[in-house]
């Protein structure tokens, strides 16, 4: 047996959860089936956002509940966006194969093309220096933006059809992605540039987000079986907990807060769920339905300064869950 076959799963006891441990707050996107997700919250506390139907890049004053949107090119598909130190906003023209940057100053845009066989820009993240990091699910490539040069260079996924999908990046700037299509996890050295595949200990496994906590553990959602798993670079090993819903659950968007726990919304319910996860007390502590339904939420941030995080939903609004606790 492999380091990275190790895994241990944990029964989940029933046990009663946090009686209000979050307020959410949502805003019914003004642009009716446009598909708004992906928020990012500014430095101001506005919150951007795609629509990725709608081919725009729009801003929610949450102060004053105004939006106000900025077309992109016709085609663009957005899928998620990051906002710069400089104010600029960057998102991934995802059927148009550019990665796009936003003057909210003037409305201009620039693009940045990719590189011959890259089609479909999926997910950007910063990284320490100010570049992006993002993937590129149908091509199967990770890739790296120089943000000054504008240089992009790729990597390639070695499983076919592998999807890599959620990305971010631990404590000393190394990405941590999850491979969809697979029941992988990978990793890029950004000094070498190479890429290392890790297998899920089961088969059937199909990650879909990730978040890793300060202490170097990589925490994904396995959106086929509903588990949310752990596992540790340093020894290989896994473990993984049962969603409150079981199976049905469908794990997407994930988020980490200020007290290190781990956040899942369960997608294969009805009303979406919020999952509260506690890597201390290894157990599932909260678990919060979306008043609006939901339908699916992809992905979320989390506002260290108001505690809150943010989520977009395919019931077209912008939400806000304002932790309690």
Do not use: C
Not at 34 to 61: C, S
Not at 125 to 153: K, M, P
Not at 261 to 273: A, F, Q, Y
């Amino acid at each position: 047996m492999t380091r990275a076959s190790i895994l241990a799963v944990a029964v989940l006891v029933a046990a009663p959860f946090a009686p209000d441990p979050m307020e959410i707050t949502e805003w019914p996107v003004p642009w009716q089936n446009t598909g708004p997700r992906d928020p990012y919250v500014a430095a101001d506390g506005r919150v951007w956002f795609v629509g990725q139907r709608g081919d725009y890049v729009a801003v929610l004053d949450p102060a004053s509940g105004e939006f106000r949107r900025f077309p992109l090119p016709d085609g663009a598909g957005p899928h998620n966006l990051i906002v710069a130190r400089d104010g600029k906003i960057w998102y991934a023209g995802n059927r148009a194969g550019h990665i796009g940057i936003l003057d909210p100053s003037s409305g201009a845009i620039t693009q940045v093309a990719m590189p011959e066989g890259v089609q479909d820009p999926h997910t950007l993240v910063w990284d320490s220096q100010g570049d992006i990091w993002f993937t590129a699910q149908q091509s199967n490539v990770v890739g790296h933006l120089d943000v000054e040069t504008r240089a992009v260079r790729v990597v390639p996924v070695p499983t076919p059809r592998a999807r890599p999908y959620g990305i971010v990046l631990d404590g000393r700037d190394r990405p941590w992605i999850v491979l969809f299509g697979t029941n992988k996890l990978a990793t890029v050295d950004p000094a070498a540039f190479t890429l290392r595949e890790i297998a899920l200990p089961r088969p059937d496994a199909r990650p879909r987000r990730v978040v890793v906590t300060p202490d170097g553990m990589v925490w994904y959602g396995d959106y086929a079986k509903g588990y949310l798993g752990r596992y540790d670079p340093r020894s290989g090993a896994f473990k993984e907990w049962p969603m409150p819903a079981g199976e049905a659950s469908l794990p997407y968007a994930m988020a980490l807060d200020d007290r290190n726990r781990v956040w899942l919304v369960e997608t294969g319910v009805r009303p979406n769920r919020f999952a509260g996860f506690d890597p201390a007390r290894e157990a599932f502590v909260a678990s919060v339905e979306i008043p609006s339904g939901a339908g699916s939420v992809r992905h979320m941030v989390f506002d260290p300064k108001t505690r809150s995080i943010w989520f977009g939903t395919d019931a077209g609004t912008i939400g806000r869950a304002k932790l309690t606790d």
